[in-house]
């Protein structure tokens, strides 16, 4: 018996989370892809089931990594066939055509790739100019040949800062409030733009990040580091920091710990096995050290701003062991933006170096140590730089008495960095 006719009805033009779900259904099901009609709801409202599409009946199927990524970035093409494309690839790899992915020969693969080629053009110059105002709440127009615009909202948020925004397009006007995105016909963009989230109830279609295509190119690119004044703006944009190809082997960012306004910054050198797992800085054996002489020195952790020059864990592994490696200068230079922000954001009296790599980070120069430990160095913001040692360094000492020593002077190193600030701007 033929398949009846299908027809899908998506919430918007990339309801990634929608197609999959009426793909998923549709190819269980057996439905020939020239018997569905795709559509895309109007209203934007919310999501109208599917019509005419049969419940299940084929075993459950996995589609490849690849063919997955290349759906997120195809969906965002202007072509109304994309749809189509998409559904005939997947069932095609369902039936068995693992390698379809990789066989740019095939016709199919051959349009999608230029689809997605398309997508990410398109994603790059909405990045580099698409110019929103600075002010606490900006509203710009863009003509896009593509729908990109949804997907890079992520990308506007934080290069804004978190701060509220509506972009309008021919197609759609998104809105930012500062706490829920919300996707509204064409013409609808706000004279002015509410901050709170209960204003906004009801009207247009809330969007839920999760339901939405990741963007052709990764968050950073094309970010403009220097311009985020936001701390959880610019911990949202690391966590997706791929600068340097070490990331792609830790397990997370591990960015600070701390809140803007710290009068005492402390900068280590690289989060460690502990820290990369738990995504906090100094949480191992060091940070435990660390802590301990913070309170010696009468300092309270939660009153100081911790973070590293370089913002993933970069180790040999030996087994199943993951031994820390010292990083590169390219490992420096590639987190300075990083660092660079946090400064500037926080903007904190005195920062203390952790060893050498932090120091050289700072000073931008290299550093020895024995040197130049111990002695407050006027930096170019105004505040105060101090040098010392890694507590990790403490760890590695012979003997009893060499780490009873050097201990003694580390925390001197951390009552002097008290001392340095003015009186009543670091709680004991």
Not at 120 to 127: I, N, Q, Y
Not at 370 to 379: C, D, M, T, V
């Amino acid at each position: 018996m033929p398949h009846a006719h299908a027809r899908v009805t998506l919430a918007h033009e990339v309801d990634f989370a929608g197609w999959r779900t009426a793909t998923r259904r549709l190819v269980m099901a057996g439905q020939p892809a020239g018997r569905i009609a795709w559509r895309i709801d109007a209203r934007m409202a919310d999501p109208i089931e599917d019509q005419g599409a049969e419940a299940p009946e084929g075993d459950p199927f996995h589609v490849s990594r690849a063919l997955l990524d290349l759906a997120e970035t195809v969906i965002q093409a202007r072509d109304p066939d994309r749809f189509a494309l998409l559904y005939r690839l997947v069932q095609r790899n369902a039936a068995g055509e693992r390698d379809l992915p990789t066989r740019t020969d095939d016709t199919d693969i051959a349009r999608a790739l230029v689809l997605a080629q398309a997508v990410r053009d398109d994603t790059a110059r909405l990045r580099a100019h698409l110019e929103l105002p600075a002010e606490d709440v900006a509203i710009g127009q863009w003509t896009s040949e593509s729908h990109v615009l949804v997907p890079n909202a992520r990308f506007l948020t934080v290069q804004r800062s978190l701060r509220p925004w509506a972009v309008s397009t021919p197609d759609e006007t998104l809105l930012w409030t500062g706490r829920s995105l919300h996707l509204l016909p064409p013409g609808t963009a706000p004279s002015a733009l509410p901050t709170d989230r209960e204003s906004w109830e009801g009207t247009g279609l809330t969007l839920r990040p999760a339901d939405l295509p990741r963007p052709a190119l990764r968050l950073t690119e094309g970010l403009d580091i220097a311009r985020i004044d936001s701390l959880p703006a610019l911990i949202a944009a690391a966590r997706d920091c791929l600068i340097c190809a070490m990331a792609r082997q830790t397990t997370q960012t591990v960015f600070s710990d701390g809140r803007p306004g710290a009068a005492l910054m402390l900068v280590g050198e690289q989060p460690g096995d502990q820290e990369d797992r738990v995504g906090r800085p100094f949480v191992g054996p060091a940070g435990q050290l660390l802590d301990r002489a913070l309170h010696e020195a009468r300092i309270t952790r939660d009153a100081v701003y911790v973070t590293n020059a370089v913002k993933h864990f970069r180790f040999q592994r030996r087994g199943t062991r993951r031994l820390h490696e010292k990083p590169t200068v390219e490992n420096v230079t590639a987190c300075a933006p990083w660092l660079a922000a946090e400064r500037r954001i926080v903007a904190p009296r005195v920062l203390v170096m952790l060893g050498a790599t932090a120091a050289g980070a700072v000073l931008g120069r290299s550093v020895t140590i024995g040197r130049e430990r111990s002695r407050p160095i006027p930096l170019a913001d105004g505040s105060t730089g101090l040098v010392t040692v890694h507590p990790s360094f403490l760890l590695r000492q012979p003997d009893e008495d060499a780490r009873t020593r050097e201990y003694a002077r580390f925390v001197a190193d951390l009552r002097l960095a008290r001392d340095l600030l003015p009186a009543a701007t670091l709680p004991s």
